[in-house]
């Protein structure tokens, strides 16, 4: 079975596993583990800021950021596709009393021009417009870069105007090898910035938020209330400190095989891909693709590749999203091929 549902459904290799069963480790509740520790001081000084928070999911660093910039009754402004918006349950309304702004963006990019529009009013009528959500790379877009020109005037904008600007980095590491920047030039313009160690760096659990000292420190106590204190956790740090050392420059490979899958794809009757830009097929390691009516639904011709031994998931009605990781190889993409060559046949 080739398993290209996403590049959260890797698992620790043996070397990955032999550094977690020797982790030194302590209650990262009662006061610190001394892994966790590493892990975070290692993640702040890579994104250039001032600390960092280990917590068990990228759900709730995004929404403790959210929380961090926001108020009850205040609202954020985001794209109508982000995994803020739509991947977890509204929690910034259930548990913060925030409201979303959700705005629709091209391939998962908003333009500064659509915030100054949509920032609330000043006035007892209003909510507090406080903060400004992006997501990079965007999973819904199929991988897609942010356009960094537009994020520097929307950082700029953000800060002249006393409004936060929060970062979803699960993919930032894709971002920063598929644009050969630094971590911490991308993670620049952003007061919070959460970046994932379970998608394409194959670490099997967490995340981490980081940002300026004392919105951190401040972020320990949501974490707690949230539910997300873990007491000897330098076990699972400790899989992600080897997956920063070992995992990270490979994700070219995992651009490369998307890169000559999408190829594939384009070239099968039946078959698009979404939205390419003029210059390239897919930006990082999501190849988002629509089929054609002919070959049934979405989710009926997943379901085909499901049986012939593909596993993915449709996107929406017309599209499939294949993703592809650290256990795929070029021949897994050419085995995916012809069998999308047989199924279009």
């Not at 920032?119 to 991988?143: F, S």
């Not at 971590?183 to 959460?194: C, G, I, N, Q, W």
């Not at 981490?208 to 000292?213: E, I, K, P, T």
């Not at 070992?246 to 039946?270: K, V, Y």
Request: aromatic letters at 6%; one cysteine or more.
């Amino acid at each position: 079975m080739i398993d290209l549902r996403s590049d959260t459904v890797t698992v620790p290799s043996s070397e990955m596993r032999r550094a977690m069963a020797e982790a030194a480790v302590g209650d990262d509740v009662i006061d610190i583990d001394p892994t966790v520790q590493r892990l975070q001081e290692r993640i702040a000084e890579l994104l250039g800021k001032e600390a960092a928070i280990y917590m068990p999911s990228g759900t709730m660093t995004n929404q403790v950021a959210v929380r961090l910039h926001c108020h009850r009754g205040d609202e954020f402004l985001c794209e109508y596709g982000c995994h803020i918006f739509t991947y977890e349950q509204a929690a910034f309304a259930s548990m913060s009393g925030v409201a979303a702004h959700p705005l629709v963006g091209s391939c998962g990019n908003l333009t500064l021009e659509q915030l100054v529009s949509a920032r609330r009013p000043d006035n007892e009528h209003a909510a507090r417009t406080t903060l400004v959500c992006l997501e990079h790379t965007h999973n819904r877009a199929g991988g897609k870069l942010l356009d960094w020109d537009e994020v520097l005037k929307i950082s700029a904008w953000c800060r002249s105007n006393s409004v936060g600007l929060h970062l979803d980095g699960a993919r930032l590491f894709n971002a920063a090898v598929a644009t050969q920047a630094t971590l911490t030039e991308l993670a620049r313009p952003f007061d919070t910035v959460s970046v994932c160690f379970s998608k394409g760096l194959g670490a099997p659990v967490g995340s981490a938020l980081v940002g300026s000292r004392a919105p951190i420190a401040e972020a320990r106590r949501h974490r707690k209330a949230f539910g997300g204190g873990m007491r000897q956790s330098g076990i699972l740090a400790a899989a992600a400190l080897y997956a920063l050392d070992h995992n990270f420059e490979r994700l070219s490979e995992d651009h490369a095989n998307a890169l000559w899958l999408a190829d594939a794809i384009q070239n099968t009757p039946g078959l698009q891909i979404v939205d390419p830009r003029p210059d390239r097929l897919v930006d990082t390691n999501i190849v988002l693709f629509a089929v054609a009516a002919k070959l049934g639904s979405a989710p009926e011709f997943a379901a085909k590749l499901n049986a012939a031994g593909v596993r993915c998931f449709p996107f929406s009605a017309t599209s499939i999203r294949f993703v592809t990781h650290l256990h795929i190889t070029r021949t897994h993409v050419e085995e995916v091929a012809r069998v999308l060559s047989q199924l279009c046949a």
